[in-house]
């Protein structure tokens, strides 16, 4: 028979190869580990500002310069995410300070480079409004991205907000007609297109929120920001002359306190935006016009455009998709095609 344990005096614990220091999971000094939301990361050197949400934070507090601790080290990491960080929090120059533990996050948005690459990109955490900025001209709007990135939007939980800037330079009649039967508001922000300042528009739409600015590079998202916060300091570029393309001239996230109450998130510009982690039911619930037609299809139906009975096309054809329902079926057969 076995020896029987009578007290807890009698046992004594063989000891560890390893030594004889009790390991516990949790380590004491993450009790009183400080709460902070990361506004940028630098390769491995992310930075944090103390408050539990962004919404709770100071705008004026000192950043803290935070590198991974080695629990986080392969966790992805990105602008919004609500971190706890333990070491040097005092956010002195030359300070670190170390991220030990990122809390569940409320929405996220991510892409993957392409509709067949399964890799996620996340581009940022717990926003709760994408405004996706699209150039009336130079570059000329990519439909397909816009529709790609509003589907991500959707299926995240995240409202979108299209922000059409450069109509100093063409009017934004196009970019209105694309969007005109999703319930997405569509906002003009081009150079002096008013007497007002160009984001007299936006601005109601983000004030509060905490707002990721998205779009291809050249666009404007960095001119944005700077006008929307002040002392910001993005970098600007100018959009290729030969190409219409933009220079990338931003290269990674970062968040910004906005004047009046809320948060923006600059980041770089993206050639593509892939959806290969979104299921087919997701991006057709994202497109709401054509949505209620599918409960007359067949069960199972790809609503792809040889999907024999697919009701999609009837309903169309009989204007319940408005306008815009031919271009709006044809983008959407295009995103469950590649993702097929
Ligand atoms: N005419 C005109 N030019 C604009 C407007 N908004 C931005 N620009 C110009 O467009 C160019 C690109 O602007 P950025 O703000 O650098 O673009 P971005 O979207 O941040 O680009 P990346 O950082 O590369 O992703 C700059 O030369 C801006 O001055 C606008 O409303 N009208
Ligand atoms: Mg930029």
Redesign the pocket.
């Given at each position: 028979m076995g020896r029987v344990i009578s007290s807890a005096e009698e046992y004594r614990p063989r000891p560890s190869k390893r030594g004889s220091r009790p390991r516990t999971k949790r380590r004491p000094e993450h009790e009183d580990a400080l709460a902070g939301v990361v506004v940028s990361v630098d390769r491995g050197r992310l930075r944090v500002v103390p408050g539990r949400t962004l919404a709770e934070a100071d705008p004026e507090a000192a950043l803290l310069t935070c590198v991974r601790a080695s629990g986080v080290r392969r966790r992805s990491i990105v602008p919004g995410d609500r971190v706890r960080v333990v070491g040097d929090t005092s956010g002195t120059e030359g300070t670190l300070a170390r991220i030990v533990s990122v809390e569940e996050r409320a929405t996220l948005l991510r892409r993957s480079a392409d509709d067949t690459d399964p890799t996620e990109r996340v581009v940022v955490a717990n926003a709760d409004t994408l405004v996706l900025?699209t150039?009336a001209i130079?570059p000329a709007p990519s439909w397909g991205f816009l529709d790609r990135a509003l589907v991500a939007a959707l299926d995240a939980g995240i409202r979108p907000v299209i922000a059409v800037?450069?109509?100093?330079?063409a009017p934004a009649a196009e970019v209105r007609a694309h969007f005109s039967d999703i319930a997405a508001v569509v906002v003009e922000?081009?150079?002096g297109s008013s007497g007002l300042p160009?984001t007299s528009a936006l601005l109601p739409e983000i004030a509060g929120r905490e707002t990721v600015l998205l779009?291809?590079?050249?666009?404007?998202?960095?001119?944005?920001i700077?006008e929307l916060v002040p002392g910001a300091g993005?970098?600007?570029?100018?959009?290729n002359e030969v190409t219409g393309a933009?220079?990338?001239?931003?290269s990674s996230a970062w968040a910004l306190p906005l004047p009046s109450g809320g948060w923006v998130i600059?980041?770089?510009?993206i050639r593509s935006f892939g959806l290969a982690h979104v299921v087919p039911d997701a991006v057709v619930a994202a497109f709401e016009e054509l949505a209620p037609a599918t409960a007359d299809c067949p069960r199972g139906c790809t609503h792809l455009a040889d999907a024999p009975g697919c009701a999609l096309d009837a309903w169309v054809a009989a204007g319940h998709a408005g306008a815009a329902g031919q271009r709006r079926l044809a983008s959407l057969r295009r995103l469950l095609a590649n993702l097929g």
């Open positions: 900025v150039a130079d800037t450069k109509t100093d330079l922000c081009g150079y160009r779009g291809q590079s050249g666009v404007g998202k960095s001119t944005l700077n993005r970098a600007t570029g100018a959009v933009g220079r990338h001239t931003s600059d980041t770089p510009g």
